[in-house]
């Protein structure tokens, strides 16, 4: 058997194609490695695999197969990648992101920073408490990313199971995976939002379009927006400020009458909210509440850096790819 790795950097990743020629086969595969570590350790699991082929009929060690397992997960992860990366480039270079996140992209070390720094409702300080033991437990259950951790909790039985194997508490998970849920965008109907009018209902129920996550994919999913007035006859203000709703309730705690009056105090986006700061927000959306009398309660600068906080992670996410 006769193996032959090529590493290429193609910006911003490093590409390695690895080629296997065994019994006149030939097997190639390529992947995208995000982390010079990762180069490391793929080649890593290349000589792993042709010491395999060497002693095939010796038994291995139960600590070597364990880790070639491992490596052999993270070879696929690193394929999964590069098919995405290959799809990115069929679309001209344009990410388009989709109204959810993709939680594989925040590392568990990463979101152990965001917790850490997140305000918590009271019910969930626990999250707060002995955090760097936690998340080692986390860490040795081979646990790499959100998107895996929030699997690990998905059910009941793998909760328990999650439980047994990390020796962190039932109780513990249970608001963790409460908390990795409201890190993903909520879906809010169109008719919620305030000042949309029975006409322009009608005509997007008619084009398929009755919640927040109908009408940003379908309006990011277009390279040329003059197609929306071609598909759905209403005007371009109206079909922006809808974009616009649509993004801004994708933050946690942000509901159709909260994306208003953000919008209306001249926050456009998810972005214009990251780049805010709460005391200058709870400023701007005062000064609109005070006029259009969307809300009742009294907000203060807690609940703006509620929403900042949580929109800066959605830009993290979308914009740099891998949160690492």
């Given at each position: 058997?006769?193996?032959?790795?090529?590493?290429?950097?193609?910006?911003?990743?490093?590409?390695?194609?690895?080629?296997r020629l065994d019994d006149g086969l030939l097997e190639t595969s390529i992947v995208v490695?995000?982390?010079s570590q990762r180069i490391m350790r793929f080649m890593l699991l290349i000589k792993l695999e042709q010491e395999s082929g060497k002693q095939e009929n010796k038994k291995a060690s139960k600590e070597k197969r364990e880790e070639l397992e491992q490596l052999k997960f993270e070879k696929k992860?690193?394929?999964?990648?590069?098919?995405?990366?290959?799809?990115?480039?069929?679309?001209?270079?344009?990410?388009?992101v989709g109204y959810s996140?993709?939680?594989?992209?925040?590392?568990?070390?990463?979101?152990?920073e965001i917790l850490k720094n997140q305000y918590l409702l009271p019910s969930r300080k626990i999250l707060h408490q002995d955090m760097d033991s936690s998340f080692d437990a986390i860490h040795r259950c081979r646990i790499r990313n959100l998107g895996e951790l929030k699997n690990a909790l998905s059910t009941a039985q793998k909760l328990s199971t999650f439980s047994e194997k990390s020796g962190l508490s039932k109780d513990y998970l249970t608001i963790l995976r409460r908390e990795i849920g409201s890190i993903e965008p909520k879906v809010v109907l169109i008719k919620e939002f305030p000042e949309i009018d029975e006409k322009t209902m009608d005509l997007l129920t008619v084009a398929g379009l009755k919640s927040s996550k109908d009408y940003f994919e379908f309006y990011d999913s277009l390279k040329d927006k003059n197609e929306i007035t071609q598909k759905i006859p209403i005007s371009e203000d109206k079909?922006?400020?809808?974009?616009?709703?649509?993004?801004?309730?994708?933050?946690?705690?942000?509901?159709?009458?909260?994306?208003k009056s953000f919008f209306d105090a001249g926050y456009k986006s998810v972005s214009d909210i990251a780049n805010t700061n709460a005391e200058e927000m709870l400023e701007r959306v005062s000064a609109v509440n005070d006029i259009k009398q969307y809300y009742k309660a009294k907000l203060g600068t807690k609940d703006m850096q509620f929403c900042i906080d949580f929109a800066r992670i959605i830009v993290s996410v979308e914009e740099n790819f891998v949160i690492l």
């Open positions: 058997m006769n193996t032959k790795l090529t590493v290429y950097f193609d910006n911003p990743f490093w590409v390695g194609v690895f080629e490695l995000v982390q992860a690193g394929e999964k990648e590069g098919k995405e990366k290959g799809a990115l480039i069929k679309n001209g270079g344009v990410d388009k996140l993709d939680l594989s992209k925040i590392s568990i070390e990463a979101y152990k079909q922006q400020e809808l974009y616009c709703l649509c993004d801004l309730v994708r933050i946690n705690g942000v509901g159709a009458v909260a994306a």
